[in-house]
């Protein structure tokens, strides 16, 4: 893992992390599957205009459409849709946490799927779910609201998935077509289910415009873009190292912007989440097989 892959997972962490915040800002004043599927359409547009302005093309293969479809469903419209939903009640900070358990998942599915897993990871496993039921318990002696939370879960479950199937997509080049194409996925699929189910209402404000151009080309398509990149340029098993940082990033964000409060039980959750999280990296990051680094 070279700087460059080094600084770009950082930029990638933070990115990816503050898109809960700016989110929490959208549902508060707009339908959150109608504001969802417009962000996708916008970033899906920009981003295949830049994909043929670089010479990439639609072009993609049989396995490239199909992980491109699997990861436009799962992770923009079920992830992020079903977590724009919660978040109408639940913090930015909490769904955060939730979704930061995504490496977790992926271990834990390595596993039924063959995969073998050092003492290390199996230790880190063990703690990170360990930390998330922490966190749960304190939230739910607090009143949170359970539903909310069950959407996120349910969400997080999708990304994992997306995380497995997008492997598929990023080999042969075309990210930026990728990524934009993925986006319009999401954009329709949503645009369907917004229509169906929604009411349209808009609270205008500076602070619901300036969140949603931001959610829009920040964690929209600048994160995605390098997530895919890096999977292609380091492996997805080294890229998603880089998600031990969402956990504390997330509610720190949160906290920041939104002002969120965090109780004791809350913050120890997030440190042991994140050191679980390292460990099943680590600990897989170990055996899997080195890629040569690519000159840019």
Request: charged letters at 10%; a positive charge; hydrophobic letters at 60%.
């Amino acid at each position: 893992m070279d700087i460059r892959a080094l600084f770009m997972g950082f930029a990638f962490a933070l990115m990816w992390s503050s898109a809960f915040a700016s989110a929490r800002i959208i549902v508060a004043a707009a339908p959150p599957l109608a504001s969802l599927s417009l962000r996708f359409l916008l970033s899906g547009l920009i981003g295949v205009g830049i994909a043929l302005a670089l010479g990439q093309s639609w072009r993609l293969s049989r396995l490239q459409w199909r992980a491109t479809i699997l990861f436009g469903v799962c992770q923009n419209a079920l992830y992020l849709g079903l977590n724009f939903v919660a978040m109408q009640t639940v913090q930015a900070g909490l769904a955060a946490i939730i979704a930061s358990t995504m490496p977790l998942i992926v271990g834990l599915a390595g596993l039924f799927l063959g995969e073998k897993l050092r003492p290390l990871g199996m230790i880190g496993l063990l703690a990170g779910f360990a930390g998330a039921a922490l966190i749960m318990g304190a939230r739910i002696e607090a009143g949170v609201d359970l539903h909310g939370v069950m959407l996120c879960g349910l969400g997080v479950l999708a990304l994992a998935f997306a995380t497995l199937a997008v492997r598929g997509a990023t080999s042969g080049g075309n990210f930026m077509m990728i990524v934009g194409l993925q986006m319009l996925i999401g954009a329709a699929t949503l645009g369907v289910i917004s229509l169906a189910t929604e009411s349209w209402y808009v609270d205008w404000s500076p602070q619901l415009v300036a969140a949603f151009l931001y959610t829009t080309f920040v964690p929209g398509l600048a994160a995605t873009f390098v997530w895919v990149w890096l999977i292609d340029r380091i492996g997805a098993v080294r890229a998603a190292t880089f998600h031990f940082l969402n956990p504390f990033l997330g509610v720190a964000i949160a906290a920041l912007l939104l002002g969120e409060e965090l109780g004791p039980r809350d913050i120890v959750g997030v440190v042991i989440i994140t050191a679980g999280i390292f460990a099943v990296q680590y600990s897989r990051g170990k055996d899997a097989p080195r890629k040569p680094v690519r000159a840019s």
